[in-house]
């Protein structure tokens, strides 16, 4: 039971940590009709989240609701990948202050939903059949928004000298990041056994097959990836999602006692 | 959301577009008059009088900027929404008036002026939008209060705009109500509930009622007295109620609505006139209204300097797409050779 709840939350946490990032481009997309697909992104992800954070509420069968796992638990506590909760622009330390840079944005999207199109499509088997359920929701939604972030990566990648830039910065900056993906966390190695969850390492040649094909059509180089290996999913993240968290959180833990 | 009323001028002192044409075809004035006293639609292909395009591109521009700069006030809100449902109410709902933004802007290109063309009118000041937006959002009931206040007044304004005698915006109005006052309802539905909470948030609400009551009666435009552009929009069925009567038909919504909800709104002369059966208000501050029309309101510079930076930010997305369609437009010239 436990490993099925560790496992919905760090799928949950992904889900409500991009969400919430997303979300910051509402009223400042590049184009009107950016603003509103990227609006849209974050609705999904949201959504994906309060389905799993339910369903995590659920199982712990003590009163938890969505709003106390998304409101009121601490970065340590928070599964989700560390590529996620990085602000929209190159690498700066947690209190820095930079412009969005829509290229960031969609390389991350197109990485994540690369991904998140075989996680869906494998979790719809998933012996907790609740989840399997939101797996087949939420696979149509991850493949628009695969649709989407590589439609734009092309055009970014093949478009102007500066697009190109951007898009190989963006790449170069969080490629390394998905080393992530492939690391198998505690929780995760639970809910394979349990028959939950999926094991990420066997969508490795499938993701990357995606993201190959995707940079060739967009002339991006594929950076060779060394160094750090994030361990978000373990709780240990970057100095960004505690500032990411203090202000989604805050008028929650404000008014504790509030019904909204 | 938010159309002012069109007799808002564009630059201060400006006034609006004459309104006979001298040197129209008489024989296409008098069919397009026909049409108009008929109560028939004005279609994109048709012939119209110069001013009465231009009018139109004025109202359903300045009702699109609305949208897109309204969306900046609540978007404020969205990173702290106080729960996950909330979060996605508020997304969905920014969402939809970025939607409205685009399907006026895209009534207003049928008129023949580009959505780049409108655009730039925003950005250099010289267009206008629903002054309501340069006020801050300070507490999370301010969602909730725009919703209820501000989109409700905005539906009062636009119901009769479906009826509109320029088809593309009379049916675009149609849309846009119904989701406006979806709007309104999950608003004030979001007051109701934090009216049930703590005191802290029933003071929160409070606050937001008693920030933006008066300028919600603003809205609606100056009073009927000084309105001398009413008259042509009326003519021309742009503008069918008169900003009076639509501010008496808002307030008089509005009252039983405040006492269901259990706030105080701000204004000790509200009274029910059983003589008028309407509820009498007190003044409106008509030189506060025009202040921050003309700039001077306390977040004019930061609404219009967000919305530049964003379009300015933009443009190298904007241009790798274009240069991205060429080159595939290219591509496909040379296969085909």
């Known amino acids: ?260 | 959301m938010y159309t002012q009323s069109f007799n808002v001028p564009d630059q201060a002192g400006q006034k609006t577009v004459a309104v006979t044409p001298s040197t129209e075809d008489a024989e296409l004035m008098a069919r397009f008059d026909a049409r108009i006293d008929a109560d028939g639609r004005i279609e994109p292909q048709d012939w119209m009088p110069e001013a009465y395009r231009k009018t139109l591109v004025r109202q359903i521009s300045q009702h699109a900027h609305s949208e897109i700069v309204g969306m900046l006030p609540e978007g404020n809100w969205i990173s702290r929404a106080p729960s996950l449902k909330r979060k996605a109410i508020l997304i969905a709902k920014v969402q939809d008036e970025g939607g409205h933004g685009l399907y006026l802007y895209s009534a207003a290109e049928t008129l023949g002026t580009s959505r780049d063309q409108l655009l730039e009118g925003l950005h250099s000041g010289k267009a206008k939008y629903s002054s309501i937006f340069n006020y801050p959002t300070l507490n999370w009931a301010d969602v909730g209060a725009i919703g209820w206040l501000v989109d409700g007044a905005a539906i009062m304004n636009q119901i009769p705009l479906c009826r509109c005698s320029y088809g593309p915006y009379s049916r675009a109005m149609v849309r846009v109500c119904k989701e406006e006052s979806f709007h309104q309802r999950q608003g004030y539905e979001a007051l109701l509930v934090m009216m049930k909470g703590t005191q802290a948030q029933r003071d929160m609400v409070q606050d937001a009622v008693n920030r933006l009551w008066w300028k919600c009666l603003a809205m609606f435009g100056p009073p009927d007295a000084d309105s001398p552009n009413s008259a042509q929009g009326m003519r021309w069925g742009i503008k069918r109620i008169s900003n009076d009567d639509l501010r008496q038909k808002f307030v008089d919504a509005t009252v039983p609505q405040a006492k269901v909800l259990g706030i105080t709104l701000p204004d000790p002369d509200l009274k029910w006139n059983e003589a008028r059966q309407h509820y009498d208000y007190g003044q409106i501050d008509w030189q506060e209204f025009w202040d921050t029309v003309e700039g001077n309101g306390p977040c004019n510079k930061e609404r219009l300097a967000t919305r530049v930076k964003a379009h300015n930010d933009g443009q190298w997305v904007r241009d790798a797409a274009q240069a991205y369609a060429r080159k595939q437009q290219e591509r496909a010239m040379k296969e085909a050779a």
Request: hydrophobic letters at 45%.
């Open chain 1, 1 to 260: 039971m436990s490993a099925t709840i560790d496992y919905l939350l760090h799928l949950a946490d992904n889900a409500v940590v991009l969400g919430q990032r997303d979300a910051e481009w509402c009223g400042h997309g590049p184009i009107l009709e950016e603003d509103l697909a990227l609006a849209n992104v974050s609705l999904d992800l949201i959504g994906q989240a309060r389905l799993l954070y339910q369903r995590a509420a659920e199982l712990k069968g003590d009163g938890t609701t969505e709003d106390q796992l998304a409101y009121f638990r601490d970065s340590q506590a928070f599964r989700n990948y560390t590529l996620l909760e990085l602000p929209h622009h190159g690498a700066l330390v947690g209190y820095a202050v930079a412009d969005r840079d829509y290229a960031a944005t969609i390389v991350r999207n197109f990485l994540y939903s690369a991904l998140m199109v075989h996680v869906w499509d494998a979790l719809q088997t998933s012996a907790d059949s609740t989840l399997a359920g939101i797996a087949a929701k939420s696979l149509k939604e991850a493949t628009y928004h695969l649709h989407h972030s590589r439609d734009w990566l092309v055009r970014m990648g093949d478009g102007t000298d500066e697009s190109h830039a951007r898009a190989q910065a963006a790449v170069n900056h969080l490629l390394p990041y998905t080393e992530e993906f492939w690391t198998v966390s505690p929780a995760e190695a639970a809910a394979v056994e349990a028959g939950v969850g999926v094991d990420v390492r066997s969508l490795r040649g499938a993701w990357d097959a995606l993201v190959n094909d995707a940079l060739a059509e967009a002339t991006l180089t594929r950076p060779q990836v060394r160094g750090y290996v994030p361990q978000g999913k373990v709780g240990l993240h970057s100095e960004h999602l505690g500032f990411l968290l203090a202000e989604m959180q805050s008028l929650a833990r404000a008014h504790p006692d509030g019904c909204w």
